[in-house]
């Protein structure tokens, strides 16, 4: 399978990469956890996407400088991961999956700590603590205990730690995770608010398609440590789609016709109570060809209607025909 990538028209696309990969591999033992891993990311609201032991985590912390790769290089936000990690963790934040918070402190004290990690002074961190606190939510809290946090709150405190030293990227692993449907959603929206309002890219490394398609404008798809797919997610034009073609005439000519032009075309299902044809939609100049095929086979095109691709198409498509790929090499 060749996989492709789509820079589309992005966000701060004339500028440096986000991220550069170049034949990334990491093993533990005979497990395979990245396999030959080649990527370019634009600064975006990126969704990094796959199941549960796909590699995302391992991708992570690999670009974070945290685990040496076996071979391979990579480059955040134009630092080498391997000889400057230490850069790499001074221009990019990190919100990791696991609690790790120190229930004992306060909300304002811990954030405050993490910003003089970074290299403000005292003062200056307390403020800047204070001010990224009321930006996700926690003003009133942020001189209460941690361990009274609901789940929700303990989040926001480790997005707020993520943010406070003014990063370029961040990295969120599984960011509503444990999280209750409305906890959930305000911190979608505290995500986008993120990448929209204070300019920082995110990666959003999740198992859940739903959260990538609602803060994402690109996506990137593991599968058992491989790339499958790394694409932009700005509409139909990018993503493509389906028609639904109803026609009076004879059905099988009209598909053989299209087909003839290097359309495909497959039979819908009965959904209607009539035989309809699903016409994949790649390029505009496909319901040219529609058109012009019904006027030349004298059929009367009774109705066309739109299917787009949704994430979940692509995502099953494509891990789909990756793991053929691979049980037909074994």
């Known amino acids: 399978m060749h996989v492709t990538q789509d820079a589309g028209s992005m966000p701060h696309a004339d500028e440096q990469p986000a991220i550069d990969v170049r034949g ?45 790769p076996d071979s391979g290089s990579a480059s955040v936000v134009g630092f080498d991961t391997r000889a400057e990690g230490t850069k790499v963790r001074e221009f990019v934040g990190y919100m990791p999956e696991a609690e790790g918070l120190p229930t004992n402190t306060t909300a304002a004290d811990f954030v405050g700590h993490m910003a003089e990690m970074s ?8 403020q800047r603590a204070a001010d990224v606190l009321y930006q996700v939510g926690l003003a009133e809290e942020r001189y209460r205990l941690i361990k009274g946090f609901s ?33 959930r959603e305000e911190m979608l929206e505290l995500i986008e608010r993120v990448y929209r309002q204070l300019g920082i890219a995110v ?3 999740t198992h859940i398609l739903e959260d990538v398609e609602k803060v994402c404008n690109y996506v990137v798809i593991l599968d058992g440590g491989r790339l499958v797919a790394a694409q ?10 389906e028609a639904i073609v109803h026609i009076d005439g004879d059905q099988d000519a009209f598909q053989r016709g299209l087909e003839s032009q290097g359309v495909t075309v497959r039979p819908a299902d009965l959904e209607m109570g009539f035989e309809e044809l699903v ?5 505009e100049a496909v319901y040219d060809l529609i058109r012009d095929l019904a006027v030349e086979q004298g059929a009367s095109l009774r109705s066309l209607r739109t299917r787009s691709r949704s994430l979940e198409d692509i995502y099953l498509g494509t891990v789909g025909e990756m793991r053929e790929e691979v049980r037909h090499r074994v």
């Open 151 to 183: 789940t929700g709150m303990r989040q926001r405190v480790k997005l707020a730690q993520a943010i406070v030293h003014d990063p370029k990227l961040i990295f969120l692993d599984e960011p509503t995770s444990g999280m209750d449907p409305e906890g």
């Open 119 to 126: 290299g403000l002074p005292p003062r200056a961190a307390r």
């Open 279 to 283: 016409v994949e939609v790649n390029d």
């Open 232 to 241: 932009t997610l700005g509409g139909l034009d990018v993503i493509g789609g």
């Open 24 to 68: 990334l591999r990491k093993s533990f033992g005979s497990f395979v956890a990245l396999d030959d891993i080649r990527l370019t990311v634009p600064r975006a609201a990126v969704g990094l996407l796959g199941a549960n032991g796909a590699g995302k985590t391992t991708l992570i912390r690999t670009l974070l400088g945290l685990i040496s």
């Open 203 to 205: 990666v959003v490394s």
